[in-house]
């Protein structure tokens, strides 16, 4: 075999340790005391998890907080800011800080993204020219597929609805939407689901991001997946606004989104430094409790968003710390509710974006990543640090573990 990674325990069954063969690119074997030989990794009874999904990142316009002048930190602000940031963005300047941060998501174990992609009339379709070269220089180490979207508007933004037909002819794999800047948040949603059954792809919306349980766009998003059968190929992301819904309205999203088969992406890092800032004190946290919509059927991811910009100004990639910080946000303290705070970084962030050939079986691609922790709840209580990364079978990571250098007696 090519590689036999020892002593490895996994997501689902870590009562035991086992061994993982690996040949071409794949997991051909999985038992305790394989007898093959190869080169081995023993991992000594540490995680052994799927690698790391990121749902909804924005590789674009990270790292440009040096362009922007962000004073009071609200969504309007980070918008306009932005805006005016992209007429400076070059296909080169969007390459190389996409480039950056790529490599901080796969030092952190990501082995899987979707990138959000803005198209309008004043960015053109530089972005897309500077993040297509880096799906393919890093196809060694993560799959890449992009959404693209008009962030400051469709029906109202002229020249829009032309450069997004475009990106999806050039390669955008998924098609997504910002109704709440549109004249007409209602036709927009109308037209991304046109453009969805013309290219035959998947959708995911930017949707509901507000204070309050008002006018949820979620409802036509839900009628529309059911209309069209884009069930299972329909996600949101954000939502804040179930964040303020009553336990009443909350549920019947909840039930509405299960029984349409739309999918969430709650971004925690970001949906926390936006929401609240109506208030002078007690301000609200904003972010969507995704464990209380599993309970309801409902498949959740979290991801990260926004990098170093007026929307989010931190991050280091970390999916980890998106589930730690997810959890400590929502009150989660039950062992079964942090663990699915990792399975929406793993596992249910496979089943959100559709990755095929994924997870820890006999005859799945060889992409996982190995942490300092025995159990997922571990990992996310203790913000484990990715040791190894493997991509189809190759290493791609490797970060040692810290060590104590005690003084000698």
């Known amino acids: 075999m090519d590689l036999i990674v020892r002593n490895a325990r996994l997501p689902s069954d870590h009562g035991r340790t086992v061994d993982i063969g690996v040949e071409a690119g794949r997991?051909?074997?999985?038992?305790?005391?394989?007898?093959?030989?190869?080169?081995?990794?023993?991992?000594?009874?540490?995680?052994?998890?799927?690698?790391?999904?990121?749902?909804?990142?924005?590789?674009?316009?990270?790292?440009?907080?040096?362009?922007?002048?962000?004073?009071h930190g609200d969504l309007p602000e980070a918008i306009a800011e932005v805006a005016k940031a992209k007429k400076g963005f070059t296909p080169e300047d969007v390459y190389e800080r996409g480039r950056r941060t790529l490599e901080k998501c796969i030092l952190n174990g990501t082995t899987r993204m979707r990138t959000q992609l803005e198209v309008d009339p004043g960015i053109g379709l530089r972005g897309l020219e500077g993040v297509l070269p880096l799906i393919e220089e890093y196809r060694w180490a993560i799959d890449i597929e992009i959404c693209v979207f008009p962030q400051e508007g469709l029906l109202n933004n002229p020249g829009t609805d032309e450069l997004m037909v475009e990106a999806l002819k050039r390669g955008a794999r998924v098609v997504g939407a910002a109704p709440y800047t549109d004249s007409d948040p209602h036709g927009q949603i109308d037209r991304v689901f046109e453009m969805a059954r013309e290219f035959d792809v998947d959708i995911d919306m930017h949707l509901d991001f507000g204070p309050v349980a008002d006018r949820l766009d979620l409802e036509y998003v839900c009628e529309l997946a059911d209309r069209y059968r884009w069930g299972g190929r329909t996600a949101i992301g954000h939502v804040t606004k179930l964040a303020g819904a009553d336990p009443g309205q909350f549920e019947a999203a909840a039930r509405r989104m299960s029984d349409a088969g739309v999918a969430l992406t709650v971004l925690p890092s970001t949906d926390l430094f936006l929401m609240g800032r109506d208030r002078d004190c007690h301000h609200v946290r904003g972010v969507t409790h995704t464990h209380k919509l599993l309970q309801h059927g409902v498949n959740c991811s979290l991801s990260t968003n926004n990098v170093l910009n007026p929307f989010t100004p931190f991050g280091d990639c970390s999916l980890i710390r998106m589930a730690n910080l997810n959890a400590n946000i929502c009150h989660i303290g039950a062992t079964h509710d942090i663990r699915e705070c990792f399975a929406m970084i793993t596992e249910r962030s496979a089943k959100l974006i559709n990755a095929p050939d994924y997870g820890i079986e006999v005859g799945k691609a060889a992409d996982f990543t190995v942490l300092d922790c025995e159990r997922p709840e571990e990992a996310v209580a203790e913000l484990a640090p990715v040791l190894f990364a493997y991509k189809r079978g190759r290493r791609t990571v490797t970060r040692p573990a810290a060590q104590l250098h005690r003084p000698h007696h």
């Open 27 to 71: 997991i051909v074997a999985i038992e305790t005391g394989l007898a093959a030989e190869g080169e081995e990794l023993d991992v000594g009874g540490r995680l052994v998890a799927p690698g790391f999904i990121e749902t909804h990142i924005h590789l674009d316009k990270s790292c440009i907080l040096d362009r922007c002048n962000a004073r």
